[in-house]
């Protein structure tokens, strides 16, 4: 096969999307000024002038995954008729949550409420409605929405590769206007480079959100300092660490890492319901359900058009997660297809977008309401610590926990393990894009992609922290918003012409 032309396209991908990724790196390791004072422009053009489009397009997804689960296409298989899963249910939920949650989850799962309570986007003027807006606003970016992007393009992924033929890449959506070379055209190649680097900056934000917790989780409890030379050593650990269980493959390494991600998540769950404030958890999950239902179409659309203090947190917050949700589209998109081979679309659509949002609403309503409670009772004022520096939240609430030390070197396992659970699944995707699709790739390209990941990731912390963190996923998603709807027509279009009315589906 080393004459065939899909080995001259995966070169081409390959060389192109590494070469535009060093130059990213080594602009920002020579220039990390300029560089930081650039990604800031462009975080500030893009939230001013393409916030109202995100806003669109991920609501257009979730209307896209409801309509096709409901459709004569419901009970299509995600492979071929007579297929069989290749993951049981539980494996597979772990490695969605593994891939899709895991990392801004444990991030944001403490401090995102505590910042909420402080800054009242919904203009709560006491504090226990804040407390609920709180919680509400949080469940908004993790819910529906960001599933509905990762499995729109999983979808259209999986009917493309596992039922047409064509190679795991992301140009493969297109077949329907590019024609069954689409890999090969000029648009296609550009497609898929622009899928690489859309990867490559989603899950190096997760990275660097990653390392800099964990390095004040080791600053809160060992007094190890917090500085750009500590995230440096965790990010070649970790580093060596995701790719090398990228080598060992779907089945050994990452689904054991993403196993061992759901037991953990389980028993720190149950750890602080039990040892926590139990009944004002359990009254808080069942608020932030009826919250987030009742004001889910007024939130999901609501873009603040003539300013004010809202308009601030929807550029810093929700903006931010869209983009950050699209950017990790064709990272997440590609795994989930993976591993969802020989589903029907509506047990796919059931279990992408309501499973992982209930996961969402216990998680928060357990560690987000617990420091909410210590927050609103005036058991201690850690908010504005919390805002501070969001890497201690977690740990900061479990100071007021029984037990709370244990539970925070474990929570640090977890964040540890989800971040190489992420990273290690995205290495592989990475691997397979820039080598036509191949469902094993190359170890080759897993090093290299691995390394790179974690370079961006140091780049992006020096140059600016959280902010370029957030500019890179901004930027990476811009393109891919638009590359993800017309995938949408795409798939469509496709199963109408494959399946006429008339024609059984299956």
Request: hydrophobic share 50%.
């Given at each position: 096969m080393s004459n065939t032309p899909e080995v001259q396209t995966s070169k081409f991908v390959y060389y192109v999307s590494l070469i535009f990724v060093l130059c990213v790196v080594g602009i920002g390791l020579m220039l990390p000024v300029q560089f930081g004072g650039f990604t800031g422009s462009v975080f500030t053009f893009l939230t001013k002038y393409m916030g109202w489009w995100y806003m669109l397009a991920v609501n257009f997804f979730v209307i896209f995954c409801i309509v096709l689960a409901f459709s004569r296409f419901g009970s299509l298989k995600m492979?071929?008729?007579?297929?069989?899963?290749?993951?049981?249910?539980?494996?597979w939920f772990a490695m969605l949550f593994g891939a899709g949650h895991g990392v801004g989850m444990v991030f944001y799962g403490v401090a995102e409420p505590l910042i909420n309570y402080i800054v009242r986007p919904f203009g709560a003027t006491d504090s226990a409605q804040a407390a609920e807006d709180a919680l509400r606003a949080s469940i908004i970016h993790w819910g529906l929405h960001p599933w509905a992007v990762y499995a729109v393009i999983a979808m259209c992924l999986a009917y493309f590769q596992f039922r047409k033929g064509a190679p795991g890449l992301f140009s493969s959506l297109f077949l329907p206007i590019l024609g069954k070379d689409a890999a090969r055209t000029p648009i296609g190649r550009i497609i898929d480079v622009a899928a690489v680097f859309a990867t490559i900056a989603g899950v190096a934000t997760s990275v660097g959100l990653a390392v800099m917790q964990v390095n004040s989780g080791l600053h809160f409890l060992f007094k190890l300092p917090e500085n750009i030379t500590v995230q440096l050593s965790l990010i070649v650990i970790l580093g060596f660490f995701y790719t090398f269980c990228t080598a060992t493959g779907l089945d050994k390494g990452i689904k054991l890492l993403a196993n061992s991600?759901?037991?953990?998540?389980?028993?720190?769950?149950?750890?602080?319901?039990?040892?926590?404030?139990?009944?004002?958890i359990i009254e808080t999950s069942m608020a932030?359900?009826?919250?987030?239902?009742?004001?889910f179409i007024t939130d999901s659309f609501r873009v603040a058009p003539y300013g004010g203090s809202y308009r601030s947190w929807l550029d810093d917050w929700t903006l931010y997660y869209w983009a950050w949700w699209i950017a990790w589209g064709p990272f997440v998109g590609s795994f989930v297809a993976r591993i969802s081979r020989g589903r029907t679309i509506r047990e796919f659509v059931a279990g992408v977008l309501i499973v992982p949002t209930l996961g969402g609403v216990v998680w928060f309503s357990i560690f987000g309401g617990t420091a909410l409670h210590i927050q609103v009772t005036g058991i201690a004022d850690i908010a504005q610590t919390v805002k501070d520096n969001i890497g201690v939240g977690v740990y900061l609430m479990y100071d007021y926990v029984p037990l709370g030390s244990i539970m925070s070197v474990l929570m640090m396992a977890l964040l540890i393990i989800f971040v190489v659970t992420s990273a290690s699944s995205s290495t592989y995707v990475l691997a397979m894009y820039t080598s036509d699709g191949m469902?094993?790739?190359?170890?080759?390209?897993?090093?290299?992609?691995?390394?790179?990941?974690?370079g961006l990731a140091f780049v992006l912390l020096l140059t600016g922290g959280i902010k370029a963190l957030q500019t890179s996923s901004i930027t990476?998603?811009?393109?891919?918003?638009?590359?993800t709807v017309v995938?949408?027509?795409?798939?469509?279009?496709a199963l109408n012409k494959d399946f006429p009315k008339g024609v059984e589906v299956r």
């Amino acid at each position: 096969m080393s004459n065939t032309p899909e080995v001259q396209t995966s070169k081409f991908v390959y060389y192109v999307s590494l070469i535009f990724v060093l130059c990213v790196v080594g602009i920002g390791l020579m220039l990390p000024v300029q560089f930081g004072g650039f990604t800031g422009s462009v975080f500030t053009f893009l939230t001013k002038y393409m916030g109202w489009w995100y806003m669109l397009a991920v609501n257009f997804f979730v209307i896209f995954c409801i309509v096709l689960a409901f459709s004569r296409f419901g009970s299509l298989k995600m492979g071929k008729p007579d297929e069989k899963p290749e993951f049981s249910t539980m494996s597979w939920f772990a490695m969605l949550f593994g891939a899709g949650h895991g990392v801004g989850m444990v991030f944001y799962g403490v401090a995102e409420p505590l910042i909420n309570y402080i800054v009242r986007p919904f203009g709560a003027t006491d504090s226990a409605q804040a407390a609920e807006d709180a919680l509400r606003a949080s469940i908004i970016h993790w819910g529906l929405h960001p599933w509905a992007v990762y499995a729109v393009i999983a979808m259209c992924l999986a009917y493309f590769q596992f039922r047409k033929g064509a190679p795991g890449l992301f140009s493969s959506l297109f077949l329907p206007i590019l024609g069954k070379d689409a890999a090969r055209t000029p648009i296609g190649r550009i497609i898929d480079v622009a899928a690489v680097f859309a990867t490559i900056a989603g899950v190096a934000t997760s990275v660097g959100l990653a390392v800099m917790q964990v390095n004040s989780g080791l600053h809160f409890l060992f007094k190890l300092p917090e500085n750009i030379t500590v995230q440096l050593s965790l990010i070649v650990i970790l580093g060596f660490f995701y790719t090398f269980c990228t080598a060992t493959g779907l089945d050994k390494g990452i689904k054991l890492l993403a196993n061992s991600n759901l037991t953990l998540c389980i028993v720190l769950s149950v750890g602080l319901l039990l040892l926590g404030p139990t009944l004002p958890i359990i009254e808080t999950s069942m608020a932030v359900i009826g919250n987030y239902l009742s004001h889910f179409i007024t939130d999901s659309f609501r873009v603040a058009p003539y300013g004010g203090s809202y308009r601030s947190w929807l550029d810093d917050w929700t903006l931010y997660y869209w983009a950050w949700w699209i950017a990790w589209g064709p990272f997440v998109g590609s795994f989930v297809a993976r591993i969802s081979r020989g589903r029907t679309i509506r047990e796919f659509v059931a279990g992408v977008l309501i499973v992982p949002t209930l996961g969402g609403v216990v998680w928060f309503s357990i560690f987000g309401g617990t420091a909410l409670h210590i927050q609103v009772t005036g058991i201690a004022d850690i908010a504005q610590t919390v805002k501070d520096n969001i890497g201690v939240g977690v740990y900061l609430m479990y100071d007021y926990v029984p037990l709370g030390s244990i539970m925070s070197v474990l929570m640090m396992a977890l964040l540890i393990i989800f971040v190489v659970t992420s990273a290690s699944s995205s290495t592989y995707v990475l691997a397979m894009y820039t080598s036509d699709g191949m469902l094993n790739p190359p170890k080759s390209r897993m090093a290299v992609w691995g390394t790179l990941q974690a370079g961006l990731a140091f780049v992006l912390l020096l140059t600016g922290g959280i902010k370029a963190l957030q500019t890179s996923s901004i930027t990476a998603a811009a393109p891919f918003s638009i590359i993800t709807v017309v995938a949408c027509w795409c798939l469509w279009t496709a199963l109408n012409k494959d399946f006429p009315k008339g024609v059984e589906v299956r």
